[in-house]
């Protein structure tokens, strides 16, 4: 089978590289020259652990190419896949789906032959009806099916989530000839017993929403808690692992920090919130998930200034980490664009260091200072606030760092310490939904 993917952007990328290395030919396409043009001299324009490998295998193998050519792509595909950006409108939360209907249009315009068209961005419920009324009213001959399956990768670990994902969603209309070919298409995962879920179009259209407001809810409110914690003296960590033991809770997305971020879980509760309000069936419980996620991150500002004995007028803070999350370069609704600006109002002095995504973060935030390390950012430093758990944060040289910072007082927004032994260590340590812990002096050792 031909595949054509119209995007290359993060979903459009992984699909196809994964695609090529399952043996298809796969075709890239972007409107993006400069994008185009550093993928074809083996360079992606993403950071994904293991993607460059699959990218340099399947270009090499010729079953992977890119181009900016859509009309001769999608003349000659049997299945497109459409995997273009679907932003969040600022004045409404909605999902812009502009890309979308474009795409449909060029497509549309572009058939020659039986193709299936399957909608691999997440869109909101009725979105591939819509792509279909503009490829007939684009072309009334055209021949074609349409077919939803939504992506459910996890940045840093979307090659996996790939090659060996939970299941497989697949929309059609009913057991057609697209959800034969699309059947077809994911056979390799079928031989390894993956599961496979033939739905609706707007039934698979829907999923795709409610699980990741279902992930983001677990996350808000475990953060909700975590604030309890705080103030009774309890432990969110054994909170969390305590709930996350029974069967019907888990224990993923329990672990309490500075709120989420990423290109899909603050895309897509509030285009979920959107739809849902102009269905007439308002979804109250993920709009309140909205808002408590977008006060953590305010909160979380204030927590370090109160830590800092309520005030960082021209106190030295340095930053480890910037992206949303580790192994990924994203900055896209990351908790340090939220909780950066907000001590700089407050007057603090910021220097930050994160192992990857420091090109776009110096975008975005280009009014503080960036380091090499660790070690450099903690010079003179009054407070280290840990951000992202990246692995190399896990075991930072501890008696350096302290010899380093003017004042041994850590902020870690994501509990990757303990806090006896950060206290044993001479450190004041503050993280979330747990005591705060003071450094233990050497005086204080010898009276033990």
């Known amino acids: 089978m031909q595949i054509t993917i119209i995007g290359a952007g993060y979903v459009g990328l992984v699909t196809g590289a994964c695609f090529a290395e399952f043996g298809y030919k796969i075709t890239c396409v972007d409107k993006d020259h400069q994008k185009i043009d550093l993928l074809n001299r083996g360079i992606s324009p993403i950071y994904e652990p293991g993607l460059d490998s699959l990218l340099s295998q399947g270009s090499k193998s010729g079953r992977l190419c890119f181009t900016t050519e859509l009309e001769e792509s999608v003349a000659t595909a049997d299945i497109i896949f459409l995997a273009v950006g679907t932003p969040t409108s600022e004045e409404t939360g909605e999902a812009d789906l502009s890309y979308v209907f474009s795409a449909a249009q060029e497509v549309g315009a572009a058939l020659k032959k039986y193709c299936v068209i399957v909608t691999k961005s997440t869109v909101p419920v009725g979105t591939a009806r819509q792509v279909e ?7 009334p001959t ?13 940045e840093g670990a979307a090659i996996n989530d790939f090659m060996r994902p939970d299941r497989i969603v697949i929309g059609t209309d009913g057991a057609n000839r697209a959800q034969e070919m699309l059947q077809r298409l994911y056979r390799p995962l079928y031989l390894i017993e993956t ?26 409110f475990i953060n909700e808690i975590a604030d309890i914690c705080e103030k009774t003296g309890s432990d ?4 969390a692992k305590a709930m996350g033991l029974d069967h019907r809770i888990g224990r993923h997305f329990l672990h309490a920090g500075p709120g989420y971020g990423g290109s899909c879980f603050p895309k897509d509760t509030m ?63 990351s908790p340090s664009l939220s909780i ?25 935030l280009p009014h503080i200072l960036y ?16 951000l992202t758990e990246w692995n190399e944060f896990r075991a930072l040289n501890l008696e350096k760092m302290k010899e380093l910072m003017r004042t041994p007082l850590i902020i870690d927004l994501r509990n990757i310490y303990k806090p006896h032994e950060m206290a044993q260590a001479g450190f004041d340590y503050v993280s979330v939904g747990r005591p705060t812990a003071k450094k233990i002096t050497s005086s204080q050792k010898g009276d033990k």
Request: hydrophobic content about 45%; glycine content about 4%.
């Open 371 to 386: 380091g090499k390390s660790s070690e450099e950012v903690a010079v003179q430093a009054d407070a280290l606030v840990i």
């Open 236 to 239: 969110i960590q054994d909170v």
């Open 142 to 154: 055209a021949e074609f099916e349409m077919a939803s399956n939504p992506e459910f990768l996890r």
């Open 195 to 220: 599961p496979m879920i033939f739905t609706g179009i707007e039934t698979a259209e829907l999923t795709k929403y409610a699980a990741n407001a279902f992930l983001a809810t677990k996350i808000a």
């Open 340 to 364: 950066i600006p907000e001590l700089l109002k407050a007057g603090a002095k910021i220097i930050a260091y994160d192992p990857i995504a420091q090109g776009p973060a110096s975008r975005l």
């Open 133 to 139: 009324a503009i490829i007939k009213t684009v072309n």
């Open 271 to 333: 285009a979920l919130v959107a739809t849902s309000k102009e269905l007439g069936s308002p979804t109250n419980i993920v709009a309140s998930v909205v808002q408590s996620n977008k006060d953590r991150k305010i909160n979380m500002a204030a927590k370090i200034i109160d830590a800092m004995d309520g005030s960082v007028q021209e106190k030295k803070i340095a930053i480890l980490g910037l992206s949303f999350k580790p192994d990924t370069d994203d900055m896209r609704d």
